[in-house]
């Protein structure tokens, strides 16, 4: 017994009749054990919530350190497939399973995202399935000579391997569907997911589509008429429309899905057509007169052609006979399906075409505003043809005149995210922005702006005002000096930013430095100068940082410059002038007795100094 119940026993409190039981079974030794276990847990327990508390009432700032810890540890454990726990220990979600249970559960998890990868690639499973009923049961109902003893196997082969997908459908994936709660939140819990499916979810659709109907093959044999048993095969017609429409938003060419989308409609009603001429053929005799199948030929072939004739109004179509009701009755309902699915294929090409044109037909609108502005402006034709250039290859390179026009239907966190995947990569990589906090790169990745240069064209000049920065996306720049820029310092690629000196920098600080220009067709993004105040306002120590490094980038590139100046070139022969004799050395020798050595000396010398005078003058 422990000391707690002891205490309780003693203060005439009762004791839980469960916990005497479990005594009597434990024995004394190992209750004592266990409970002195269970009391240091929940002291432990106390303390992490007490932690816990602490953090969510005040949270410790994070540090740069932190945050770069953080991150390694999520890259860690993403590459790893592990899940970080309360306690920080790490554990593998699939510990303990076998291997045939690991692959499944990564092919098949418990619950699946409805816009997830895997579902997407199940619609297109099930649409497959859908096809094959709805081409094959109007065939094989129809074109009876198509189904003998031959080839029952192979269609009955096909058609339950599409039962077969529709049953996995209706017990496995649909089950594991997750859907949004009232709170608008994904619930995943396998009861709910089942309750949802049944339902609101397309449990009943599935359910007719199952119906083995199929079973009365067992009394009236297996044959092609009998094939309408499996009709209700159907009607999942859901499964086309959701499978085309998520190509549809995940293609690069939603374009040609639609069209693929329209022609299969439309091959689809066609056959129809030919299925039903040759079930009217046969019901009157095959080639029983000029109007039905005459039997000649491919039987399919023969009639498609008449139905693909018939619904595009072209070419001369058989008469139906005047005495005949039921042909003409036939004739009008396919001239008139025909009409139908001619309407639908050029209203449907259309629409696809001028969806697919809209972007293009607005830049002509805007290309031929800009010329014809020039034109009444008679703006020099140099300009004109530097102008349209500029507009031909902003189209051809990125299909817009302003990228941020394109998303500007977006949500603000939402057009954050796609700035970030398309442009956080480039601004990471500007050696002037290492250090700085990630929240400061984000909202200056939100603020660029491209701009695209034409080969030639100055970007910015030496001496001029700076108010912006550059970073080089795609192309190349150079930084020119010397007489009428002809000398090239330095030729600058992707990822390098310059006029950083003259963006963070104030007074004398603020003048461009080096004159930059276009090396071929060039795509820089641009920082203003107001944007980036405003962004490092909640950054005050990456403020002081950036200016460090404005400062010091300012003394590199006075010292490049200056390395880079051409030096004067100096003559290899040196012309000095004629010397002529010093006459102070005249006097001196005068006036010093001739017997000193200092006089003899200071004579040949001067004797020499005359003679090589003379010999250079001559």
């Known amino acids: 017994m422990t000391n707690e119940e002891k205490n309780k026993e003693e203060e ?34 106390n303390l992490r919530q007490k932690k816990w508390k602490e953090k969510v009432v005040m949270p410790p700032t994070p540090t740069t350190a932190d945050l770069k810890k953080l991150e390694t540890e999520v890259e860690e454990n993403l590459a790893t497939k592990k899940l970080i726990q309360d306690d920080f220990s790490e554990v593998d979600p ?77 017990l496995v994936i649909k089950p594991r569907q997750m859907f949004l709660d009232e709170h608008g939140i994904y619930e995943g819990g396998r009861k709910n997911t089942i309750r949802n499916y049944i339902k609101n979810g397309d449990f009943k659709t599935d359910l007719v589509a199952i119906i083995p109907f199929d079973v009365f093959y067992l009394f009236t044999g297996i044959s092609g008429t009998m094939t309408f048993l499996r009709a209700n095969r159907m009607v999942k017609t859901y499964a086309f429309t959701r499978a085309f429409d998520r190509l549809d938003a995940a293609s690069p060419y939603p374009t040609a899905v639609r069209l693929i989308r329209t022609v299969n409609i439309m091959l689809y009603l066609i056959h129809l057509n030919a ?13 029983s007169n000029r109007f039905v199948y005459s039997g000649r030929g491919r039987a399919y072939i023969r ?43 050029i209203g449907n090409v259309k629409d696809i075409i001028a969806q697919s044109t809209r972007n293009e037909d607005e830049y002509m609108q805007i290309f031929d505003a800009i010329s014809q502005y020039m034109f009444r402006m ?27 026009a394109i998303l500007e239907y977006l949500p603000r966190k939402m057009m954050t995210d796609v700035a970030l995947n398309i442009h956080f990569k480039t601004i990471s990589g500007v050696k002037l922005f290492h250090g700085c906090n ?23 000049r030496k001496g001029d005002v700076g108010m912006e920065m550059f970073i080089v996306s795609d192309g190349a720049v150079q930084v020119v000096g010397g007489p009428n820029d002809s000398i090239i310092f330095v030729t600058l690629g992707p990822g390098v930013c310059f006029g950083e000196i003259a963006l963070l920098g104030t007074g004398g600080m603020n003048r461009r430095t080096a004159s930059i220009k276009a090396h071929g067709f060039t795509t820089l993004f641009v920082l203003f100068k107001w944007d980036l105040q405003a962004a490092m306002k909640d950054y ?19 010292a490049k410059q200056a390395a880079a100046k051409p030096k004067p070139r100096i003559s290899e022969e040196v012309i000095f002038p004629n010397r002529s ?38």
């Not at 058989?318 to 396919?334: C, G, Q, T």
């Not at 990630?438 to 909202?443: E, I």
């Not at 002081?544 to 006075?558: H, P, S, Y």
Request: glycine share 4%.
């Open 12 to 45: 005439g409190e009762e004791v839980d009749p469960e916990m005497k039981e479990l005594q009597n079974k434990l024995g004394e030794e190992k209750y004592a054990t266990l409970a002195q276990r269970a009391g240091q847990m929940k002291v432990r327990f």
């Open 94 to 170: 699939l510990a303990g399973l076998s291997r045939f249970k690991r692959v499944l559960k990564s092919i098949l998890p418990d619950a699946i995202h409805p816009q997830s990868t895997l579902m997407s690639l199940w619609y297109l499973v099930l649409t497959l399935a859908l096809l094959y009923n709805a081409w094959v049961v109007p065939l094989r109902i129809s074109f009876t000579i198509y189904q003998d003893g031959l080839s029952t196997p192979y269609w009955l082969l096909g058609d339950y391997l599409s039962d077969i997908i529709n049953i996995i459908d209706i």
């Open 275 to 287: 299925c039903a001429y040759y079930a009217f053929s046969s019901a009157e005799g095959i080639g």
């Open 303 to 345: 009639c498609f052609y008449f139905a693909t004739k018939t619904a595009m109004s072209i070419g001369k179509n058989p008469k139906p006979r005047v005495d005949n009701s039921a042909e003409i009755l036939f004739m009008a309902s396919s001239w008139l399906m025909g009409v139908f699915v001619f309407a639908v294929l």
């Open 378 to 404: 008679h703006v020099p034709p140099e300009t004109m043809k530097r102008v349209k250039t500029w507009c031909q290859f902003t189209w051809s390179s990125q299909k817009s005149f302003d990228e941020r």
């Open 438 to 460: 990630p929240g400061l790169l984000k909202m200056i990745v939100c603020r660029l702006k491209p701009i695209i240069f034409l080969p030639g064209d100055y970007i910015c």
């Open 540 to 558: 005050p120590e990456d403020q002081d940082l950036l200016g460090r490094k404005a400062a010091k980038a300012k003394k590199e590139a006075a």
């Open 581 to 618: 004799e010093p006459k102070l050395v005249k006097t001196v020798v005068k006036l010093l007795p001739p017997q000193l050595k200092v006089a003899k000396h200071l004579k040949e010398a001067d004797e020499r100094i005359r003679v090589e005078t003379t010999v250079k003058s001559k």
